[in-house]
């Protein structure tokens, strides 16, 4: 089932969708299942699983010099996928990102979640990598997220990239999309950032999932701008539990967002990790609380592999 239409069965009910990790190369599948046993009393009707574009390492050769090599260090995606749809009869949303890929290799594997039965994904431009300073795309491959959300719209009328094909099976993806209640960090002001995100949608974006935000103000906030914009479809909020004191440093570095002084200060009086850790639960279950009393669709919680805290703020929200 698409995205959308949970939220329109749901009805005036919030629902909450988890978002994983693929296992480092070399790692098992079984530690997404050890997170999604976990979190399935919940009822997530649908999963979303990350995509990791590849990354440089440079290894020491016998003359001396470096070799660059480009490794994908958490390639499954697409399976994992297909592995929780078929394991917990739930949906998966594979994210797909444009970075490392050309407008072919996305037809194609845009065909294979078709074929696997997988009728979600959220479409996004994906970061830099490691050690650039800005987002290469292949020569070959997309600039912007809308040139992929596009991408999946076409080929929802059954437009492919080979003009020839003429009668193309039309696929039925519901497309997500990422939205920024502080801005995307490379966006010049609000109004040019609101003004690219709506292109998203009205190029068939059915739904945006926001970057984490810890002040909830700040989504309240997003949405009305999104409204003012004519932006309609549903906004679905993205929470993550801090948990380190180190995050309070961390996370705005990475996802340039806000925290509010209230948390800060908690968290720098905590005596311990276990204490940070609780601070960080509680924080983000009053959140979650907040938004479900405003009536969201949905709560997406970043697990990022920690699933103890992911279930023990949903056992206070569900
Ligand atoms: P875009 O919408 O393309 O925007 C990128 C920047 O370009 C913005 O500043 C935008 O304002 C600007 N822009 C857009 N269109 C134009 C235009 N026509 N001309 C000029 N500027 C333009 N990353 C991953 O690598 N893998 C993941 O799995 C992943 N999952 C995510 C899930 C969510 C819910 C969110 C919010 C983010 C996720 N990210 C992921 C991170 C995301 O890839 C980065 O935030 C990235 O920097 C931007 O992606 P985007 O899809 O928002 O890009």
């Known amino acids: 089932m698409k995205v959308t239409e949970h939220f329109t069965n749901a009805g005036e009910n919030t629902l909450v969708s988890f978002e994983v990790l693929p296992p480092l190369k070399g790692g098992s599948m079984q530690a ?12 997530p009707p649908f999963i979303d699983v990350t995509y990791h574009r590849e990354e440089f390492i440079y290894n020491k050769r016998p003359s001396g010099y470096y070799e660059k090599t480009a490794i994908r260090k958490r390639p499954g995606t697409v399976g994992i996928c297909a592995a929780i749809m078929h394991r917990y009869k739930v949906d998966a949303v594979p994210h797909l990102i444009c970075g490392g890929f050309s407008v072919e290799e996305t037809e194609n594997a845009l065909i294979d979640l078709n074929f696997l039965g997988i009728n979600n994904v959220l479409a996004l431009r994906g970061d830099a990598r490691q050690f650039e300073d800005k987002f290469i795309p292949e020569a070959d491959g997309h600039k912007f997220a809308l040139d992929l959300v596009k991408q999946i719209s076409g080929m929802n009328v059954g437009k ?9 099976e039309p696929t039925d993806f519901c497309i997500g999309v ?15 950032d609101l003004q690219y995100t709506k292109q998203k949608v009205d190029a068939g974006g059915d739904y945006i999932v926001t970057q984490m935000f810890f002040d909830n103000k700040v989504y309240f906030d997003y949405v009305d701008r999104c409204r003012a914009a004519g932006i309609n479809v549903p906004i679905v909020p993205g929470l993550k539990p801090l948990t380190r004191k180190y995050q309070l440093a961390s996370i705005p570095r990475k996802f340039f967002v806000n925290m509010p002084d209230d948390l800060v200060n908690a968290v720098l009086l905590a005596k311990d990790d ?11 279950t009053a959140q979650s609380l907040e938004l479900k009393k405003a009536g969201v669709p949905c709560i997406h919680y970043y697990t ?14 569900v």
């Open 32 to 43: 997404i299942f050890n997170t999604l046993d976990a979190l399935m009393e919940f009822k």
């Open 160 to 168: 492919y990239l080979d003009a020839e094909i003429v009668n193309g």
């Open 178 to 192: 990422a939205g920024y209640p502080e801005k995307h960090f490379e966006s010049p002001n609000w109004a040019t």
């Open 274 to 284: 276990a204490a940070v850790r609780q601070i960080g639960i509680d924080w983000c």
């Open 304 to 317: 990022m592999g920690d699933t103890g805290t992911s279930k023990a703020i949903a056992e206070r929200v």
